[in-house]
């Protein structure tokens, strides 16, 4: 069967755009200038879905109009899309006009409109440069001119709230709608998580939704702004992955682009987003996602980059077991802090050599591999301070040269979720998973990423403290005076104040730990081949969820029974072996 492109070749062009596209109606109007005397009309009209085609319908009733008049103020409105998204903004006009050019009923006219989109509702209340507002990466405040009988579309960005202001003097424009475009991957949502607790279920799906908005052509850190495949926001992201879709193509897809981005020679070794620990987090990657799918032909494809890649890393290691990593980096809330840095990327050398011992074994490299658990074994003779830290301690603990519960009762569980990570938190609550504390680990979530939610959030955020929370609006509010504007006056690094980004990938960590703690289900062997479950049910009565393997979906329910007991059912494909406790 002929394809346009067969017949024109010239139309093939490169990879087809794997994403849908969706039209979303605003769900609310947030703010106005009605009430201050401008002239708007039918807006109420925008909230109700219409086709997706301009039409030379002359129904005054279902429009919305907006004209600014001499000695008015001028038109603006606030939606609201009740969901952040990846997308654009569409706007069906059915007619517009201004001052320079009044038009006729043959040539109607032109209007000019200037839109602001935001992640909060000050984000698009904000003019450029404002509070760090900024056009990097994506635009997000813009001019555009509006004909008559058009469908005009913004860039891609990621947003939740748009505003549209009218410009010029005496200018009018007639809507027929103003949509938001969600660009996305249809993809199945084969993995699930259901408690006792709607908190810790909405945490879960908010997560794996935030991992989803990221999936984009390839694998990003964040809709608004890096937009970038940055390899260490990519771990949690690919945990994410696996917990709730399984495969998909976007993670190979990645990791290529990124070790061909990074090219290693016998004269230089180029970091992943030159960055030495984001290396790390690659070779990290790769055992995770060979222990999720076994496709032991992909992994075979890293041979060579791996190999080059742990002899130098193998190398990094003196004779006294400390790591001697250059350009030092963790996570921004930990980039002051450099015995902080040190120790944790002493765990994550650690974490990384066994992972890629492992992998080198599977290929057959077993001197490589060798060389690689001799300075991985050496690396227990020295045990830093993670200098009040709970992501370095976290890390300390999982790379097995500092004591779980130990770690976690000086440090890690002192205070509640104080001192949290986006990013590293993952690693946090597995720690605490490790020391016997999942009822700190359920708690530190509800805390955490439930202060997010508090604060107004549908997906999570580059980087939260809990003490931003004091005095704060939520995000999806216009902030009254006297109160915090939690988007707008915090961060810090290259996130500060509304450059922060409210959809970050790296902080979907609860979705793969719930998946792989709460219900318990962890992998033993390549593809899925025999797990354990495990259950850590904490104070919830029940849990129970699904997970995606090569051979199908596995089913487990968890029931706490009236002696306390916990009764668990499962179903699982014949090909894998199940192995409780």
């Known amino acids: 069967m002929a394809r346009i492109y067969d017949k024109f070749p010239t139309l093939l062009g490169k990879d087809p755009d794997v994403r849908t596209r969706r039209y979303l109606t605003p769900t609310r109007i947030v703010w106005s200038t009605l009430d201050e005397g401008a002239e708007i009309t039918g807006m109420e009209n925008l909230l109700t879905p219409k086709r997706e085609q301009i039409t030379l319908n002359r129904n005054q009733d279902d429009r919305c109009v907006m004209a600014n008049k001499p000695g008015k103020p001028k038109a603006s409105i606030l939606l609201d899309f009740g969901m952040e998204i990846n997308g654009a903004l569409r706007l069906m006009v059915w007619g517009s006009q201004s001052n320079e050019d009044a038009g006729t ?116 850190d964040g809709i608004k702004r890096d937009r970038l495949v940055w390899i260490g926001d990519m771990h949690t992201e690919v945990m994410s992955i696996i917990s709730a879709f399984g495969y998909n193509e976007v993670v190979p897809k990645s990791l290529d682009l990124a070790r061909e981005e990074a090219p290693i020679t016998e004269e230089r070794t180029e970091w992943m987003n030159g960055m030495p620990s984001y290396s790390l987090w690659w070779i990290l990657l790769h055992k995770e996602w060979y222990m999720a799918h076994g496709d032991k032909t992909y992994l075979a494809e890293q041979e060579e980059y791996l190999t080059k890649l742990m002899a130098h890393i193998a190398s990094l290691v003196d004779e006294n077991g400390v790591e001697q990593m250059p350009g030092k980096f963790l996570d921004w809330p930990n980039n002051a802090n450099p015995e902080a840095m040190h120790a944790g990327m002493q765990g994550l050398v650690r974490i990384a050599l066994y992972a890629g011992a492992d992998m080198l074994e599977e290929l057959g490299n077993t001197d490589l591999a060798a060389v690689c658990r001799a300075s991985a074994d050496r690396m227990v003779n020295h045990v ?35 001192g949290y990570s986006t990013f590293l938190g993952y690693y946090i609550l597995k720690a605490k998973a490790l020391a016997g504390d999942i009822q700190g680990a359920l708690d530190g979530m509800r805390e955490y990423w439930g202060g997010m939610l508090k604060m107004g959030a549908t997906s999570f955020w580059e980087d939260f403290n809990l003490e931003w929370m004091e005095n704060a609006a939520p995000i999806d509010e216009i902030v009254p005076e006297g109160k915090v504007d939690i988007h707008g006056d915090w961060g810090a690094y290259c996130y500060i104040k509304f450059r922060h980004s409210l959809c970050h990938g790296w902080a979907s960590g609860p979705c793969p730990f719930m998946t792989h703690y709460i219900l318990g289900i962890r992998i033993e062997e390549a593809g899925c081949k025999k797990l354990r479950i495990d259950p850590q049910l904490g104070d919830l009565a029940y849990a129970k969820g699904t997970f995606p393997t090569p051979y199908g979906l596995v089913t487990v329910c968890h029931t706490r029974q009236e002696d306390g007991t916990i009764r668990t059912d499962i179903a699982a494909p014949k090909e894998i072996e199940i192995i409780m406790g």
């Open 384 to 418: 830093p301070d993670p200098n009040g830290s709970k992501s370095a301690g976290a890390l300390m603990v999982l790379g097995g040269i500092a004591d779980a519960k130990k770690m976690n009762d000086e440090l890690i569980s002192v205070n509640g979720a104080h």
């Open 105 to 220: 009923s043959d040539n109607p006219g032109r209007a000019n409109v200037r839109v602001r989109l935001g992640e909060s509702v000050m984000e698009a209340m904000t003019d450029l440069g404002v509070k760090n507002t900024t056009n990097d990466h994506a635009n997000r405040d813009f001019v555009m001119n509006l004909g008559s009988h058009s469908a005009m579309e913004t860039n891609e960005y990621g947003f939740r709230f748009a505003r549209i202001d009218l410009l010029g003097e005496e200018s009018a424009v007639s809507f027929k709608s103003i949509n938001a475009v969600f660009i996305f991957r249809d993809i199945e949502y084969k993995g699930s998580f259901d408690c006792s607790d709607p908190l810790l279920n909405k945490i879960w799906n908010t997560a794996a939704y935030t991992a989803h908005l990221n999936m984009q052509e390839y694998l990003w």
